[in-house]
């Protein structure tokens, strides 16, 4: 989240620079949404949640027509809520005292974005509506936490993550917003989105209990149902402009000057005076290099990532 804060801000010093263009090369947009589960996911009382969106738009086509299209990419995230269990025994009897256990979903997209707008970059209001496809991911995931930290310094880590569910499916669906002409250099947008999506598998907090008489914790009551989400937004979105360059002046001299001052006077008779001959003098060059090749230093090889994984 930290590095998120940091791209923003960049990315808005950036475009600042950029005030005084007259025309729009592209749109960088940034939001928060509200994600609702609809369908089957709300059927199963699917938790609700809060999160980001970033989206990239190219410039409008045609550019100066009131009715005009767009095409980009957006990705979404939404924290769906979270669920604690404490003071749950371990099994190793030399780590002391308990831990927690906090159960999370989360949601994730990635989508091809068509936009059609009913306004052009002169206009405040810009009425919108845009068409996406693409993936849609579903995961509950599992944190494993000392409540004794201090008292354990023996052990590696204090905290163990596990994804639980996890489901990866194609959604479709369609928006309507209006965006609003701020300067230019931002606009503020709201709308709404709705995607449909495949049926899969999703676990809802409430859905996640603890065994009763035990420290451990059930995560198998999950259900196969259709995904389908609605995303309520507002952001705002950055005009990115083309840079123009102020021309250098040149440092060649004018084509009408003459270009050697070398002539011949037909008027003068020829002389039969001898023309003395000087031989310019040459100072022998020294080469840098070395009469052999050039060797490349010597440098380590990197070890490179390092791949892993398996299943959830």
Not at 164 to 187: D, E, M, P, Q, W
Request: charged share 20%.
């Amino acid at each position: 989240m930290r590095s998120l804060k940091n791209s923003l801000f960049v990315l808005c010093a950036v475009t600042s620079l950029y005030a005084n263009a007259q025309e729009s090369k592209g749109y960088l947009g940034i939001g928060f949404h509200t994600a609702c589960p609809q369908s089957e996911l709300k059927d199963i009382k699917y938790d609700n949640g809060y999160g980001v969106n970033v989206s990239y738009l190219s410039s409008r086509y045609p550019s100066k027509s009131m009715l005009n299209v767009q095409a980009g990419v957006q990705l979404d995230f939404a924290n769906m809520q979270s669920k604690k269990f404490e003071n749950l025994e371990l099994s190793d009897p030399n780590i002391i005292g308990t831990a927690t256990i906090t159960a999370t979903n989360s949601m994730y997209a990635t989508m091809g974005v068509m936009r059609l707008n009913w306004g052009t970059d002169d206009d405040k209001f810009v009425p919108y509506v845009n068409f996406l496809i693409g993936n849609r991911q579903y995961n509950t995931r599992q944190r494993l936490e000392l409540d004794e930290i201090s008292r354990n310094p023996g052990y590696q880590t204090d905290t163990t993550t596990r994804r639980i569910v996890h489901t990866s499916r194609l959604h479709y669906g369609a928006g309507i917003g209006c965006s609003y002409r701020l300067n230019k250099s931002f606009s503020l947008e709201s709308g709404i989105t709705y995607t449909f999506g495949d049926k899969g598998a999703a676990l809802p907090l409430r859905n996640i209990q603890q065994v009763e008489g035990t420290s451990q914790v059930d995560f198998s009551d999950y259900k196969i149902v259709r995904t389908d989400i609605l995303l309520l937004n507002v952001g705002f979105r950055i005009h990115l402009f083309q840079q123009y360059q102020t021309p250098q002046e040149s440092t060649y001299s004018s084509p009408e000057a003459p270009t050697s001052t070398r002539y011949k006077d037909v008027n003068t008779p020829r002389t039969n005076t001898p023309t003395r001959t000087t031989t310019p003098r040459t100072t022998p060059t020294t080469s840098t290099r070395s009469s052999g090749s050039i060797k490349t230093p010597i440098s380590t090889k990197g070890a490179g990532a390092v791949k892993g994984g398996g299943k959830g």
